[in-house]
Every structure is written in structure tokens, then in C-alpha cells.
């Protein structure tokens, strides 16, 4: 039977995978690339390529790249949208599956982070075998998520004595309430929404491109920091032609 790994990678830096991922690495016979249009993002492609090259550089293996299709963005349909996403992306990676592995052999992909936390190939993958489109069996490996990156980079813990820890997207925190946040970790804000909640008394704790060349770290009162911020994000969004960010947005204890 045909064999999918779906290897998280850590955000961004060789250093970060595990040693089961190098493992893992090691049985691939072929490494599948989604490739995004877009200024700056072959990037995203050059890192993964390094990677292998570091780790597998007296073995054998294939890359096969394919183009990943767009999401459209629709407003009022986000979900809508994100689905039909998930379909065509579906539809290419089946295909992948079908054509450039055979029976007995393995697969991969390489995901930012770990394939578990805001990324949804492993929801592709599931409704792949639901519907039939490819067979195959696949392994889930974990990786260092950008949430740790972020906090070991800020010295701090991510979890508090008997406070919750959420995981949100921007789009949901422009919906919530600035009183209501404790401990609030959000993915990938590229219309820097933390600049809606300025007013507050919450603190900010942001890094951008963890793990890569050009890693940027910025953190203190939101209402201090958050315009400045915003204008160097938007300056490193242009300069780069895309944004990988996280934060904490926190409520800090005692008054500090």
C-alpha cells in the first residue's frame, strides 16, 4: 500500500524538527511541494529544499511540485470558500498520490509548524480516503508549533496558574471583546487586527517569520507599541510579498 507522511517541520528553521521528523524524513521516497503564487512565496519552497538538503544529502528521493490553487475570498462566505479550498486542494493531492507514488512507496509533505495546528492538509487528507479519490495509509508526525517558538522567544509561559490559554485567528479576534481576553494566541494577522484593541490594557507579544532569516520579535503595552508595529509589519509584508506572524495578546497580572 502507498504511504503519505505528513511531517511537521517547526516554523521555519532546520533546528526545529525532531529527531522523529529527520526519521521520518529518511523513509520518504517522494517529497510533494504545493507551490503559492505570489511574490516572495518560493521562499517558503527555497527553506523546505535546504532542509532536505541538510538532512538526506547522500540519499535518494524525488520532489515533485504542483501549483496550489487560490482561495477565494468571498465576503460572507468564508466558510464556503475555505471549503471549496480544501476540494480543489483535495483533488491536486489525490492526483499527486495517484500518479507519482507507487505501490510501496512513501510520500510526504513537509508543513510549517505542526500538521495538527492551523493547517488543513491533515482535514484534505481524511476527506481524500472518505471519498475515495486515492488509497493510501498516512502517519501524522508532530512538530514545534510557532505558539512555542513565540513564547521561548519572549521568555514567558504560555499558561498561567489557572487561566485558560485560547488559540484564535484575527478574524475572530475582531469580534472580541478586549475585557474578555486573559491569554489570547492568533495566527497569522496579516491586516494587523491587534490595532483595533489599542485602547485596552492588554499586552502584545509578536514575532514575525520565527525560525527564518529576517526573524522579527516585538513586545509590550498594545497601546504603545500598536501603531508603530503595525507600519513595520505592513512595511515587511511589502518587502517580502507575504507575512507569517503570531501573538500573544495577554492581560498581564498584579497591574504589570
Do not use: C
Not at 480544501?86 to 513537509?110: M, T, V, W
Not at 484564535?168 to 494566541?185: C, G, H, K, V
Amino acid at each position: 500500500m502507498k504511504r503519505l507522511l505528513l511531517i511537521g517541520m517547526g516554523p521555519g528553521h532546520p533546528d526545529y524538527l525532531t529527531i522523529q521528523a529527520i526519521d521520518a524524513m529518511k523513509s520518504v521516497d517522494v517529497f510533494f511541494f504545493l507551490e503559492k503564487d505570489g511574490e516572495g512565496k518560493d521562499e517558503l519552497i527555497r527553506i523546505r529544499r535546504e532542509i532536505l538538503e541538510r538532512f538526506l544529502p547522500e540519499r535518494s528521493y524525488r520532489v515533485v511540485t504542483a501549483p496550489s490553487p487560490p482561495r477565494e475570498a468571498e465576503p460572507g462566505r468564508y466558510r464556503d470558500g475555505v471549503l471549496d479550498w480544501y476540494r480543489r486542494k483535495a483533488e491536486i493531492i489525490a492526483g499527486l498520490i495517484n500518479d507519482e507514488l507507487a505501490d510501496g512507496e512513501s510520500g510526504a509533505f513537509l508543513i510549517w509548524g505542526d500538521p495538527t495546528l492551523y493547517d488543513g492538509t491533515l482535514t484534505i487528507v481524511r476527506q481524500i480516503l472518505d471519498e475515495g479519490l486515492a488509497d493510501f495509509d498516512y502517519q501524522v508526525i508532530p512538530g514545534i508549533t510557532s505558539l512555542q517558538l513565540l513564547a521561548a522567544k519572549h521568555r514567558i509561559p504560555m499558561n498561567r496558574i489557572g487561566e485558560p490559554i485560547e488559540v484564535t485567528t484575527a478574524r475572530r479576534l475582531a469580534q472580541t471583546a478586549p475585557e474578555s481576553i486573559q491569554n489570547t494566541f492568533v495566527m497569522l494577522d496579516s491586516n494587523m487586527t491587534f490595532e483595533g484593541l489599542a485602547d485596552s490594557e492588554l499586552t502584545l507579544y509578536w514575532g514575525a517569520y520565527l525560525g527564518t532569516d529576517g526573524e522579527m520579535l516585538a513586545a509590550g503595552p498594545l497601546k504603545q507599541i500598536a501603531g508603530e508595529l503595525a507600519e513595520r509589519a505592513r512595511r515587511a509584508k511589502a518587502d517580502r510579498g507575504w507575512l507569517m506572524d503570531v501573538y500573544l495578546l495577554r492581560k498581564e497580572q498584579g497591574g504589570r
